[in-house]
């Protein structure tokens, strides 16, 4: 296995910016993959199809970010169940069979929350890709509701059936409605950075609150930072890239369990740079 070379990467647009190398790169040292090497690939929705058509056999496996999380699922030949329930994977891996996409944002997000009571309820602020694995997140977790917070309500309309299709009970909401909204058991927040800047001055926080802002760049935001001082406890989006870049990892190689240690600590070192 060391001496075989093998590729993976991380594929968005942009991408430039993701940390997803430090922290595979960092798993292969700490396991002794020497053959192994992990890289960011710019990617636009349009070009996903072709590149992954490109790719040589050495290529093990791909993680995929914004925007192609649910255009991702058109070019596998086998689809989990839970990233069929979701409509989005952010995991392909080659098999024999070809390609096979899942999604390890799910799993992810359960594992960063830590212990969430069942009957809890959760909001969602967004309603993309990374707002569907929060969905079944909360199906995960007994949640007793969850309520999508989008500026499109086309876009929370869409989400509906991903609800169904995880069971969990679900309610939609217009943005304007947001801060009302956060006073629920778990917030989570998945649209992209300053957009839910304005609520850090509107939201009343329960300090029994669990905010996962699922940004890490930039770190913290105004509405972790307006949650943190009210006592809330917060989960971060590089909690969950940890969390979800391990089960890929694992995926990948076939190496079980991944150096969570010497990946968690790459990840935190490149994070405290310049």
């Given at each position: 296995?060391?001496?075989?070379?093998?590729?993976?990467?991380?594929?968005?647009?942009?991408?430039?910016?993701?940390?997803?190398?430090?922290?595979?790169?960092?798993g292969?040292?700490?396991?002794?993959?020497?053959?192994?090497?992990?890289?960011?690939v710019?990617?636009?929705?349009?070009?996903?199809?072709?590149?992954?058509?490109?790719l040589?056999?050495?290529?093990?496996?791909?993680?995929?970010?914004?925007?192609?999380?649910?255009?991702?699922?058109?070019?596998?030949?086998?689809?989990?169940?839970?990233?069929?329930?979701?409509?989005?994977?952010?995991?392909?891996?080659?098999?024999?069979?070809?390609?096979?996409?899942?999604?390890?944002?799910?799993?992810?997000?359960?594992?960063?929350?830590?212990?969430?009571?069942?009957?809890?309820?959760?909001?969602?602020?967004?309603?993309?890709?990374?707002?569907?694995?929060?969905?079944?997140?909360?199906?995960?977790?007994?949640?007793?509701?969850?309520?999508?917070?989008?500026?499109?309500?086309?876009?929370?309309?869409?989400?509906?059936?991903?609800?169904?299709?995880?069971?969990?009970?679900?309610?939609?909401?217009?943005?304007?409605?947001?801060?009302?909204?956060?006073?629920?058991?778990?917030?989570?927040?998945?649209?992209?950075?300053?957009?839910?800047?304005?609520?850090?001055t509107?939201?009343?926080?329960?300090?029994?609150?669990?905010?996962?802002?699922?940004?890490?760049?930039?770190?913290?935001?105004?509405?972790?930072?307006?949650?943190?001082?009210?006592?809330?406890?917060?989960?971060?989006?590089?909690?969950?890239?940890?969390?979800?870049?391990?089960?890929?990892?694992?995926?990948f190689?076939?190496?079980?369990?991944?150096?969570?240690?010497?990946?968690?600590?790459?990840?935190?070192?490149?994070?405290?740079?310049?």
């Amino acid at each position: 296995m060391t001496d075989t070379i093998h590729r993976a990467a991380v594929l968005g647009k942009p991408v430039a910016h993701s940390l997803s190398p430090v922290i595979h790169n960092a798993g292969y040292a700490a396991a002794g993959l020497a053959g192994w090497s992990y890289t960011a690939v710019e990617c636009a929705e349009s070009e996903l199809a072709a590149v992954v058509a490109g790719l040589g056999p050495e290529w093990a496996g791909l993680s995929l970010t914004m925007p192609l999380k649910e255009v991702a699922l058109t070019v596998a030949g086998h689809i989990t169940p839970v990233a069929a329930a979701v409509g989005a994977a952010n995991t392909l891996v080659r098999t024999e069979d070809g390609w096979h996409a899942d999604n390890t944002d799910i799993p992810g997000m359960v594992d960063a929350l830590g212990d969430v009571p069942g009957g809890a309820t959760f909001t969602v602020l967004g309603a993309g890709g990374t707002a569907r694995a929060a969905i079944a997140a909360a199906a995960q977790a007994a949640a007793a509701g969850v309520t999508v917070v989008a500026r499109r309500p086309e876009a929370v309309a869409e989400l509906r059936p991903v609800a169904e299709a995880v069971g969990v009970p679900f309610a939609g909401a217009a943005w304007p409605d947001a801060a009302a909204h956060a006073t629920a058991d778990v917030v989570v927040s998945t649209v992209p950075k300053g957009v839910a800047d304005p609520l850090a001055t509107e939201v009343r926080w329960r300090p029994s609150t669990v905010l996962f802002d699922a940004l890490y760049d930039p770190w913290p935001t105004p509405l972790a930072t307006s949650a943190a001082a009210a006592g809330c406890r917060i989960v971060s989006g590089l909690d969950l890239l940890l969390a979800q870049a391990i089960g890929q990892w694992e995926q990948f190689t076939g190496v079980t369990p991944a150096p969570r240690a010497a990946m968690r600590e790459a990840l935190f070192a490149a994070r405290r740079q310049p």
